[in-house]
């Protein structure tokens, strides 16, 4: 029997936290994903599921308590926007070496500094290139309807337990606010089939006690818990590539875009389809790892490609890096809390590529 | 008839062993460091209690980062100050197992401040031992905001100026002024009996995790007499002349009701 509800996004990710059988949800109040937050304390998922929920004194306080909590082999999942996610960031880096899996969800707002509340897809580079200190990767997904913020909860715990990494569900505040019919997933259980032989839970008489740490003093351990890390990345890049593909089969131009981005491309390549140009999008599911295999493949196909971002150009980078200089890559984008409209996207195409 | 090894090594002989729930890793600190007694008398109180397999310690950063190296538990790492917000995490999950954060001065009552004083006013269901001892030792003898006023360290070289950096922070009696704390005592370890009463005081503050009425904190007002550049026989003479008359030491908080100011 499918559970059909009409849901904002940011109440997508707290009922599907508690349908995927997760054990905490630690968080701070920021628009615009507050109602995260809100959904989850009038919820009582703790009658629910057993679930603890616990509003903390900051992003700082928050993102440790997820530390604490997935350091006992937990489901945790947190939500923020992207001045707390700057917050979060020493939090990462140390959940990222000590190898915790979690759930992060990031309802991107415009920036810099305090920015402004309005959607923007300007945290791209903080969330695929690390963003904290050391060398380390989040798994990264790009949800682009309410539909996948609940999805992608459930996904994400699978990937973060997998792997033993977080995972951070890179939305923003467009698919946070904006209310979908969602199909919800069955109640999952809390309990987890992944390995759980590292957890700090307490040293039992049979066995070796466990320390969750990223610290190790010696630069030739850490040299090899760094070569550990990487081996684990490569294993995600081989693995893990997602993405989506709209009228690409006979395109002569090709946008890319993710998330609110791609929502608004797709309407883009109807409107330029009509018009007789030859358009199709590639929609980055993953940005990390990412597509690029599938984006060098489409270089040999079109004449051009234009990455369509709510920033100033920064998946851009990646774009280029997969095509290899084969094919002109050029940059579309509104920021600060602009949102591009399909028309002004189709006038993009025509000015860079098409009028040329 | 010659006395042999054989014969020493007797159970009615025995007036010392280690604890063994200390590993036999050599402790990193510099002698006559308060750490790794207060390290021993922890230790104790879980071997006594019998709850080693039920306890989670959460390790700060300064000196005591390593403190997992030496205690035979369960520990998880947490960066510099954010311990109590990393025991919360793991009290939340696991409401039945004994949670304790191991916190210098500057972890606790610099950077730490708002972790500390918001997992106290939440009144989480955990311990928190607390090593004061007025410096940053790891990095090398900097100014802490426990340092007494007009006391020389790496970056105060003329003295403590309160004028210009504050007085020392008294969080013992700060945070027993929360509702959320239930018990909340100074202590030392310098002297066998001032160990003799830590170690009670750690015990209680253990024990307390099964009521389920809130937070214990123990402050232990140690030395640091590689940064305070003494001996460690200077050191522990001049924290009796000057912390103790500061961080003057007993219980502040007993079972929920602050104790009268002696």
Known sequence: ?356 | MTMEIKDIIKDENLVYKKTSLMTDRTLSYCPGCGHGTTHRIIMEVIEELGIQEYVVGVAPVGCSVLAYDFMDVDWLQAPHGRAPAVATGLKRVMPDKYIFTYQGDGDLAAIGTSETIHACNRGEHITIIFINNGIYGMTGGQMAPTTLPGMVSSTSPYGRDVETMGSPIKMTELVAHLPGTYYVTRQSVHKPGNVRRAKKAIQRAFENQKLRKGLSFVEIVSNCNSGWKMTPVQANKWMEENMFPYYPLGDVKMDGELLPVK
């Open chain 1, 1 to 356: 029997m499918k559970e059909l509800r009409l849901l904002k996004g940011n109440e997508a990710v707290a009922e599907a936290a508690i349908r995927a059988g997760a054990d905490a949800y630690f968080g701070y109040p920021i628009t615009p994903q507050s109602e995260v937050l809100e959904y989850l304390m009038a919820e009582k998922p703790h009658e629910r599921t057993g679930m603890v929920v616990l509003q903390a004194e900051s992003e700082l306080g928050a993102i440790n308590m997820v530390y604490g909590a997935a350091s006992a082999g937990r489901k945790v999942i947190t939500s923020s926007s992207s001045p707390g996610i700057s917050l979060y960031q020493e939090g990462l880096s140390y959940i990222a070496g000590a190898q915790l899996p979690c759930v992060v969800v990031n309802v991107v707002r415009g920036g810099p500094g305090l920015g402004t509340i309005q959607p923007s897809q300007a945290d791209y580079f903080q969330a695929t290139k690390g963003g904290g200190h050391g060398d380390y990767k989040l798994i990264v997904l790009a949800p682009a309807s309410v539909q996948e913020m609940s999805d992608f909860v459930k996904l994400g715990f699978e990937l973060a337990f997998t792997y033993r990494n977080p995972v951070m569900l890179l939305s923003d505040g467009l698919i946070g606010q904006m209310m979908e019919k969602v199909e919800l997933f069955e109640q999952q259980e809390r309990a987890t089939e992944f390995d759980q032989s590292w957890v700090a839970t307490g040293k039992n008489p049979d066995r070796e006690r466990n320390i969750v740490t990223s610290l190790d003093l010696d630069p030739a351990g850490m040299e090899e818990h760094n070569n550990e890390l990487q081996r684990k990345y490569e294993k995600i890049k081989q693995k893990e590539v997602r993405f989506e593909r709209f009228m690409c089969d006979d395109a002569e131009y090709l946008l890319v875009a993710y998330g609110s981005s791609a929502r608004i491309c797709q309407k883009a390549v109807q409107i330029a389809r009509g018009k007789g140009y030859k358009i199709g999008l590639l929609r980055p599911i993953t940005l990390f790892p990412y597509p690029s295999e599938e984006i060098e493949k489409m270089a040999d196909q079109v004449m051009g490609i234009l990455s369509v971002e709510m920033n100033a150009g920064q998946m851009i980078e990646d774009v280029k890096l997969a095509v290899k200089g084969k094919v002109q890559v050029e940059h579309f984008g509104r920021y600060g809390g602009m949102i591009p409209s399909p028309v002004e996207v189709v006038e993009a195409i025509e000015s860079t590529f098409i009028s040329k």
